[in-house]
């Protein structure tokens, strides 16, 4: 990995662009797009009815996953910053008709 030798920072680490998109959970799962990226950033939208939980490359269920915390209960807007190859690596598992939103980076 390509380092800079004035800030000691990685180079390489820097977006090259990305994205967002808006998932809807449709009989209790959902799947992200066929996205490349190198981060994601998600988090459940407002006025969701149940808990969403997400799973990276396995399918996400009641007892598999980890809950997302929704926009307006989490500090400052927070949310989940995970690091994957693909938007389609996520599965989510909730209540029909909830959403989830992801800002992806290349």
């Known amino acids: 990995m390509a380092n800079n030798k004035y800030s000691n920072q990685q180079t390489n680490r820097v977006s090259t662009g990305g994205g967002a998109e808006r998932l809807t959970i449709a009989s209790t799962v959902a799947q992200g797009s066929d996205l490349p990226c190198r981060k994601v950033y ?3 939208t407002v006025g969701n009815t ?3 939980r997400m799973n990276v490359g396995a399918a996400a269920s009641t007892s598999l996953g980890i809950q997302i915390p929704e ?3 989490a500090n400052n807007g927070g ?4 690091e994957v190859h693909n938007v389609n690596e996520l599965y989510f598992f909730g209540t ?3 959403t989830i939103d992801i800002m992806y980076l290349r």
Not at 79 to 82: A, E, F, N, Q, Y
């Open 42 to 44: 998600v988090q459940a």
């Open 50 to 52: 149940g808990l969403v």
């Open 71 to 73: 926009a307006e209960k």
């Open 79 to 82: 949310g989940l910053m995970v």
């Open 96 to 98: 029909d008709d909830d």
